[in-house]
């Protein structure tokens, strides 16, 4: 069990806004940043949002980050089909003393 | 440009140890920490750890505290993890990766540049 929950799946069309959640506690998500990391399976994973809901150099703006509580949520705007892929949401936990992964949502363009 | 290069596939029996490289250039080596990923077969990310090349300080997920080491090399701008006691669940896609940012420190850390990934195989 991971201690960020993630919802199994998600998907959305061509053009589509899709949200994606990541739900956690006040001792890593509700005190800490959250960062979320795009991954092609087979590939090394990629940061697409850093600090909660900033976008790193080279990530579109269709991407974006937000995080409110003990939850946080990344969506993305105008769906594309290379969008299709896992997406993992990491926090720092204050509990744990390190770094706790969400189980990850895979992402399917239809 | 930033490359991080890792060593290559190893396979190992229960019990041993692995030592994964990760060779990095293109950047001021002491100026950004690196943290190491795992990934079971067809399972998510796990964090292993942090290591701050300019402090010589690391951070180990508390799973693995008494089983991992990591080291950097500042004459050769490479870094280095240990993983001792080897047992099947070890078996995965061990990834370094260069944090985003000069100086963050291990609460703050994120992957921006990733090594390629070295598969560890434990098998008896």
């Known amino acids: 069990q991971s201690v960020l929950t993630q919802p199994p799946s998600a998907s959305g069309t061509p053009g589509q806004r899709v949200t994606i959640s990541c739900s956690g506690s006040?001792?890593?998500?509700?005190?800490?940043?959250v960062f979320w990391y795009q991954q092609v399976p087979g590939a090394a994973p990629k940061l697409v949002i850093s600090?909660?809901?900033q976008r790193p150099s080279g990530v579109p703006d269709r991407f974006s980050g937000s995080k409110s509580g003990t939850s946080a949520s990344l969506a993305i705007s105008g769906l594309r089909s290379e969008d299709e892929a896992d997406y993992y949401c990491?926090?720092?936990?204050?509990?744990?003393?390190?770094?706790?992964f969400g189980g990850g949502t895979r992402l399917t363009v239809l | 440009q930033v490359q991080l290069v890792q060593s290559g596939p190893e396979v190992k029996k229960p019990g041993a140890s692995v030592k994964v490289s990760c060779k990095t250039s293109?950047?001021?080596?002491?100026?950004?920490?690196i943290i190491w990923v795992r990934q079971a077969p067809g399972q998510g990310l796990e964090w292993l750890g942090w290591?701050?090349?300019?402090?010589?300080?690391?951070v180990y997920a508390h799973i693995l505290q008494d089983r991992v080491t990591m080291t950097a090399d500042t004459s050769t701008t490479t870094v280095y993890m240990e993983l001792r006691s080897l047992t099947l669940d070890d078996t995965a896609l061990y990834f370094c990766?260069?944090?985003?940012?000069?100086?963050?420190?291990?609460?703050?850390?994120?992957?921006?540049?990733w090594g390629q990934g070295t598969l560890v195989t434990v098998s008896s």
């Open positions: 293109g950047y001021t080596f002491t100026s950004f920490p």
């Open positions: 990766a260069r944090d985003y940012r000069v100086g963050s420190t291990v609460t703050a850390a994120e992957g921006y540049y």
């Open positions: 600090r909660s809901n």
């Open positions: 290591i701050s090349p300019f402090h010589n300080k690391t």
């Open positions: 006040t001792s890593n998500i509700g005190s800490n940043f």
């Open positions: 990491v926090a720092w936990d204050d509990s744990l003393s390190g770094q706790v």
